[in-house]
C-alpha cells in the first residue's frame, strides 16, 4: 500500500526558510515522476514543483528561484526547500505523482508565513 508521509511545515516570519519532506512506503520514488503541490485556503491545489524520475526538475512561475526539489534515493524521501518565503506561499503542502492517476493523498504539513 503507498504511504506519502509530507512533514517540516511550520509558521516562519516572510523572508524566512522551511524545508519539507515526503517520506513515501509502498513505492520507489527514484522511478516515478513527482511533484510538490499546495492548497491555500479557497483555492485549488495546485502543482509548485516537479522531479522526474530522470532527475530533471521544473517549477511554477511563483516560486521559481526559491524553492528547490530534490530526492534521497536511499532514504525514498523527496524534500522542498523553500528560501525567501512569502505570506502568499501559506497553504498545505502535499506530494504526490505528476501523473494522471495520484496515489492516495497524504495528510500534508501546514506552511504559514506570516508577514
Known amino acids: 500500500q503507498v504511504q506519502l508521509v509530507e512533514s517540516g511545515g511550520g509558521l516562519v516570519q516572510a523572508g524566512g526558510s522551511l524545508r519539507l519532506s515526503c517520506a513515501a512506503s509502498g513505492i520507489i520514488l527514484s522511478i516515478n515522476d513527482m511533484g510538490w503541490y499546495r492548497q491555500a485556503p479557497g483555492k485549488q491545489r495546485e502543482l509548485v514543483a516537479s522531479m522526474y524520475s530522470g532527475g530533471s526538475s521544473n517549477y511554477a512561475d511563483s516560486v521559481k528561484g526559491r524553492f528547490t526539489i530534490s530526492r534521497d534515493n536511499a532514504k525514498n524521501t523527496m524534500y522542498l526547500q523553500m528560501i525567501s518565503l512569502k505570506p502568499e506561499d501559506t497553504a498545505v503542502y502535499y506530494c504526490?505523482?505528476?501523473?494522471?492517476?495520484?496515489?492516495?493523498w497524504g495528510r500534508g504539513t501546514q506552511v504559514t508565513v506570516s508577514s
Open positions: 504526490n505523482s505528476l501523473g494522471i492517476m495520484s496515489y492516495p
